[in-house]
């Protein structure tokens, strides 16, 4: 089993920039890829990063140059610097840990509000 709790969501101006957090516990050894998706109201959960135990990371094309995700492996942490945000971004933002095996853990999700 493996727990998630993400932290840093909130309101910011069109513009400005948040870092989310995710902290891992439990089973963590077991993590192999950790990453962030986001929903929006009325849409589809979608990937906005992941990073990989080894440093590999994919960005989707409408966060790429804006989002950088980064994992501190020792204290089972993954973070989601959010910079140049834009009112699309606004979404639920939801961490996610994949384990050995594929099955999937999620948090609790951190909303963002980016205001025009």
């Known amino acids: 089993q493996v727990q998630l709790v993400e932290s840093g969501g909130g309101l910011v101006q069109a513009g400005g920039s948040l870092r989310l957090s995710c902290a891992a516990s439990?089973?963590?050894?077991?993590?192999?890829?950790m990453g962030w998706y986001r929903q929006a109201p009325g849409k589809q959960r979608e990937l906005v990063a992941d990073?990989?135990?080894?440093?590999?990371?994919y960005y989707a094309a409408s966060v790429k140059g804006r989002f950088t995700i980064s994992r501190d492996i020792p204290n089972n942490t993954v973070y989601l610097q959010m910079n140049s945000l834009k009112p699309e971004d606004t979404a639920d933002y939801y961490c996610?840990?994949?384990?050995?095996?594929?099955?999937?853990?999620w948090g609790q999700g951190t909303q963002v509000t980016v205001s025009s």
């Open positions: 996610n840990a994949l384990i050995t095996g594929n099955n999937n853990y």
């Open positions: 439990g089973s963590t050894f077991s993590i192999t890829t």
């Open positions: 990073i990989t135990r080894g440093g590999s990371s």
